[in-house]
């Protein structure tokens, strides 16, 4: 039985230790990644990519591409999340058809407030936020954001490093739907950081705007597979009521 919400949330733990003798169902897997795909996401851009791994050499190469770690050496299978800003042209338009094709053929004149603003986001407050020109022009807009914000608030992440982060935010709300997504049906998974993130493009014949996000084995929880009780600090240490 699928476990709930909660109950996956507590079962999942980053397991570095797989069965060898027990194979994953890739069709629950690429499901899991259909979850993954409904994640909270900055704009609805969706900057994201999920490359499903279940090649035995291509799983022998992200070994090496992860430094020979326990989480991808005993792997069955493996989920690299790719961050996808230079992609923001494209899912932008996506976003854009798909609400001009909700308003249907009326006039211009008789859209709403709410529907000039959404085809406008799209159209023209995406575009002033993520064009740029080698790092220039995101500085420029970020200075004048700062002047402005002196004087009423502002959106203020408009460089170049701020896009980053903020595709690589999303692409990590999605990769935790993964997780949890196989968490709820007794699978288990490890996010890797450790890894050589050229490699890992190279071996998936990435482009160059594309990021590694993570590295998440997967397989089914050996007995030696968690080091350990989990630690968290202390509830009263990170929680503020106001």
Same mark, same amino acid.
């Given at each position: 039985?699928e476990?709930?919400?909660?109950?996956?949330i507590?079962?999942r733990r980053?397991?570095?230790i797989f069965?060898e003798?027990?194979?994953?169902?890739?069709?629950?897997?690429?499901?899991c990644i259909?979850?993954a795909?409904?994640?909270?996401?900055?704009?609805n851009l969706q900057?994201?990519e999920f490359?499903?791994i279940?090649?035995?050499a291509i799983?022998?190469?992200m070994t090496?591409a992860c430094l020979?770690?326990?989480a991808a050496?005993?792997?069955?299978e493996?989920?690299?999340?790719?961050?996808r800003?230079?992609l923001w042209r494209?899912?932008a338009k996506?976003n854009?058809?798909?609400?001009?094709?909700?308003?249907?053929?009326k006039?211009?004149?008789e859209y709403?407030?709410?529907?000039?603003?959404?085809?406008?986001?799209?159209s023209?407050?995406?575009?002033?936020?993520?064009?740029d020109?080698? *790092?220039?022009l *995101?500085?420029?807009?970020?200075?004048?954001?700062?002047?402005? *914000?002196l004087f009423?608030?502002?959106?203020r992440?408009?460089?170049n490093s701020?896009?980053?982060?903020v595709?690589h935010?999303?692409?990590g709300l999605?990769?935790?739907?993964f997780?949890i997504?196989?968490a709820?049906?007794g699978?288990?998974?490890?996010?890797?950081? *450790?890894?050589d993130?050229?490699?890992?493009?190279?071996?998936l014949?990435?482009s160059?705007g594309?990021?590694?996000?993570?590295?998440?084995?997967?397989?089914?929880?050996?007995?030696?597979?968690?080091?350990?009780?989990?630690?968290?600090?202390?509830?009263?240490d990170?929680?503020r009521?106001?």
């Amino acid at each position: 039985m699928e476990k709930t919400v909660s109950e996956a949330i507590n079962y999942r733990r980053s397991v570095r230790i797989f069965k060898e003798d027990e194979e994953l169902n890739s069709d629950k897997v690429k499901q899991c990644i259909q979850q993954a795909t409904l994640a909270a996401t900055s704009s609805n851009l969706q900057l994201w990519e999920f490359y499903h791994i279940t090649d035995k050499a291509i799983l022998k190469q992200m070994t090496k591409a992860c430094l020979g770690q326990n989480a991808a050496k005993y792997s069955k299978e493996m989920l690299v999340v790719v961050a996808r800003k230079d992609l923001w042209r494209k899912r932008a338009k996506s976003n854009f058809l798909f609400l001009k094709a909700g308003i249907g053929n009326k006039p211009e004149s008789e859209y709403s407030k709410r529907e000039k603003f959404a085809l406008s986001y799209y159209s023209k407050l995406i575009p002033t936020v993520y064009f740029d020109v080698f *790092g220039i022009l *995101g500085w420029l807009k970020y200075i004048i954001f700062q002047i402005i *914000g002196l004087f009423k608030p502002i959106y203020r992440q408009v460089r170049n490093s701020d896009m980053r982060i903020v595709a690589h935010k999303s692409a990590g709300l999605a990769a935790q739907n993964f997780m949890i997504s196989m968490a709820a049906i007794g699978y288990d998974t490890c996010p890797m950081e *450790g890894s050589d993130t050229l490699l890992v493009k190279r071996i998936l014949n990435l482009s160059s705007g594309a990021e590694i996000n993570m590295v998440i084995g997967c397989g089914i929880r050996d007995e030696k597979g968690i080091y350990g009780e989990r630690f968290r600090v202390p509830f009263q240490d990170v929680y503020r009521k106001i």
